[in-house]
């Protein structure tokens, strides 16, 4: 009897071993940020185009390779439990118009740099991997580049991107979280403060 229990719990843990470690395929997620990284360095970056081309250009693969949706509901942290649903939306509205238009404007410091992979690592979250990077620079150590990937459905997307050791999306949880609360106006001043930034 108590080797039968032995057997069953070996089994039992090979099999949430086995889905745990299928979660998230990990090879799919670093080609998918293969694939964002060179598509944006060569038919954005390195492109012979207007710079109004680019913006639109940066906007599509940034909204495509990111699910800002998910990411605006982690930056709001728990104020996103208390904000209405037409707040939510206006946020979500905002926190993507003003992320396109910052990042569409720094995106050419990236500008004759490459993407060096080296591979992915675990990730606590359910559904999530980081694929890690590294950019050469012109002067000192290569930058440090973390990608932060969610698969949903067989489908990937960028959740946060960690420079260096820093969060993107924890330091705008940190920032927003505070000004919510220094703020009489709570959300809806967060959100007008957004929108003159764009």
């Known amino acids: 009897m108590k080797n039968f229990l032995y ?22 997620a670093e080609a998918f940020v293969k694939d ?27 909204n495509n390779a990111l699910d800002l949706d998910f990411i605006g509901q982690f930056v709001l942290g728990r104020n996103w439990r208390t904000a209405t649903p037409a707040q939510r939306k206006e946020f979500i ?31 606590n979250s359910k559904g999530q991997v980081f694929v890690n990077t590294v950019v050469p620079m012109d002067q000192g150590e290569p930058a440090k580049v973390a990608w932060r990937v969610r698969e949903k459905n067989g489908t990937y997307k960028v959740v946060d991107i960690v420079i260096e050791n820093v969060s993107l999306a924890i330091t705008a949880r940190n920032e927003y979280t505070a ?19 764009i």
Do not use: H
Request: hydrophobic letters at 45%; proline letters at 2%.
């Open 93 to 123: 509205s905002v926190y993507r118009q003003l992320n396109v238009s910052t990042w569409s404007k720094r995106f050419d410091e990236f500008k004759g740099k490459e993407f060096v992979f080296k591979g992915t690592s675990p990730s």
């Open 179 to 197: 000004f919510i609360k220094n703020n009489p106006g709570g959300l809806d001043a967060l959100i007008a403060n957004l929108k003159s930034k």
């Open 36 to 62: 964002v990284t060179a598509q944006g360095i060569k038919d954005i970056i390195n492109a012979n185009i207007s710079q109004a081309e680019k913006d639109a250009r940066f906007a599509k693969l940034f």
């Open 7 to 28: 057997a069953l719990c070996a089994a039992v843990m090979l099999t949430f071993a086995q889905t745990a470690k299928a979660e998230v395929d990990a090879a799919k």
